[in-house]
């Protein structure tokens, strides 16, 4: 990625959190211990369904790519905050924030339509289980995972194409503690009417779409679901599909309160609040929700222990 500095600013300083000088340090020790959490939990989930050839499913395909991408992009965003907690000043440079929000960008827009195609996924198997192994083949599922990069990376050039084309002039500190979108624009010395306009229609789309997928996926598996006589199976499908209810509701939720309302509503404060959910808390939350309450992913545990024991 080229990225060209048409501005006088050659680098920012992220605020970070809290101003507050007496919870910084229990504040490093909090995040620092979700993202410890956060790696463990998605790079095990990784590891474990690479390790386990019957975990080698389109429903676990989707979620190693749920996990790569919470992994990524938290380690995009968590390591500078906790910096930020221990350093007087918290300096990036223009290049280092710009690749920051690109990859911000990007990993959030892949969270987003990974957790779509999860519910294509859930709908095809409750709703057409005769025809789930021919409809999500693994040529399928290739070729769904690269529409979901493809368009992630779309997503993320555009926010960030539109951000180099602004100028910063002499205000240089960033009220957040991530590169993100809004924070830049109000330092901006020139219009950022387009920059604006891109927000609404990326993020829109980015809510919206996957939203009504996601509403419409449900709604065939709830019919479905009421249709089923056998206690145990309504039990079953229910609890396969609430794991990914909870996380969507959480992700897109926050997504939404922070970027799809006028600037003059929230403060940015609270913005930073809302923030932490879907950068910080749902990377972590992810494998705890889907791998930990799952059956099969404890009997894979149990069998990696094992030959781990007599190995």
């Excluded at 474990?48 to 992009?73: K, R, V």
């Excluded at 330092?187 to 980015?206: Q, R, W």
């Excluded at 599909?241 to 799809?260: N, Q």
Aim: hydrophobic letters at 50%; glycine letters at 4%; proline letters at 3%.
């Amino acid at each position: 990625m080229d990225i060209g500095n048409s501005s006088l600013v050659t680098e920012f300083i992220l605020v970070g959190l809290t101003e507050h000088s007496k919870i910084q340090l229990p504040l490093f020790f909090l995040f620092l211990g979700i993202y410890i959490v956060t790696v463990a939990g998605n790079l095990g989930f990784i590891t474990l369904i690479g390790l386990n050839a019957h975990l080698h499913t389109p429903m676990y395909y989707f979620l190693f790519n749920l996990s790569f991408t919470d992994l990524c992009y938290s380690s995009v965003i968590t390591p500078k905050l906790l910096v930020n907690f221990v350093s007087k000043m918290n300096i990036i440079s223009y290049a280092g924030c710009m690749t920051q929000l690109f990859f911000y960008c990007f990993f959030v827009s892949a969270e987003c339509y990974v957790l779509t195609v999860m519910a294509y996924d859930r709908y095809v198997a409750i709703c057409k289980p005769l025809l789930y192994t021919v409809t999500m083949s693994p040529q399928v599922c290739s070729l769904l995972a690269v529409i979901v990069y493809v368009g992630a990376f779309i997503a993320a050039w555009a926010h960030t194409g539109c951000m180099l084309r602004l100028t910063f002039c002499d205000a240089n500190t960033i009220n957040h503690y991530m590169c993100d979108i809004l924070p830049l624009l109000e330092l901006s010395c020139t219009s950022t009417h387009i920059n604006e306009l891109i927000v609404f229609a990326v993020v829109g789309f980015n809510v919206a779409v996957p939203c009504l997928n996601i509403i419409v996926s449900y709604a065939y598996i709830l019919s479905s679901i009421l249709h089923i006589h056998s206690r145990e199976g309504r039990a079953k499908a229910f609890s396969t599909c609430s794991s990914h209810v909870i996380v969507v509701c959480v992700f897109f939720g926050s997504g939404a309160f922070m970027y799809l309302h006028p600037s003059s509503v929230l403060s940015m404060d609270q913005g930073k609040v809302s923030t932490v959910f879907y950068t910080i808390v749902v990377p972590m939350l992810n494998p705890l929700i889907y791998s930990f309450r799952n059956k099969e992913v404890k009997i894979a545990l149990k069998k990696s222990f094992s030959r781990k024991t007599f190995s």
